[in-house]
């Protein structure tokens, strides 16, 4: 079992940063694929970014590509999303998540992973 814990959301205005971190425990990352997802209010969850244990990364689409970076430390057992350039439609509920396959493909196509963590908030405001 992995347990995912995410922190770092909050309110932030249009144009700002913030930067989420999702902390494992009970098992070690470094052989996990780790994602990033975001449900906003009223829509399905969807899937933001990923990254696999030897470096490859996926992102959602253009919308955030450039503007969210996704990174590991595989030493401190945590996986970041950097945000910047926040858009009020950034605004949702952000997931952390972790597969034990060596792809991103689960997490992008079929918006799936094995492990989850709780989420949390992030709002823009315009």
């Known amino acids: 079992q992995v347990g995912l814990v995410e922190s770092g959301g909050g309110l932030v205005q249009a144009g700002g940063s913030l930067r989420l971190s999702c902390a494992a425990s009970g098992r070690t990352i470094s052989r996990l694929t780790m994602g990033w997802f975001r449900q906003a209010p009223g829509k399905e969850r969807e899937f933001v970014a990923a990254?696999?244990?030897?470096?490859?990364?996926?992102y959602q689409s253009d919308s955030v590509k450039g503007r969210f970076t996704i990174s590991r430390d595989n030493a401190k057992n945590t996986v970041y999303l950097q945000m910047n350039s926040l858009e009020p439609e950034d605004t949702a509920v952000y997931y952390c998540a972790a597969d034990p396959y060596g792809t991103t493909t689960r997490m992008k196509t079929e918006n799936e992973a094995d492990y989850w963590g709780q989420g949390t908030q992030v709002t823009v405001s315009s």
């Open positions: 990254i696999t244990w030897t470096g490859t990364i996926t």
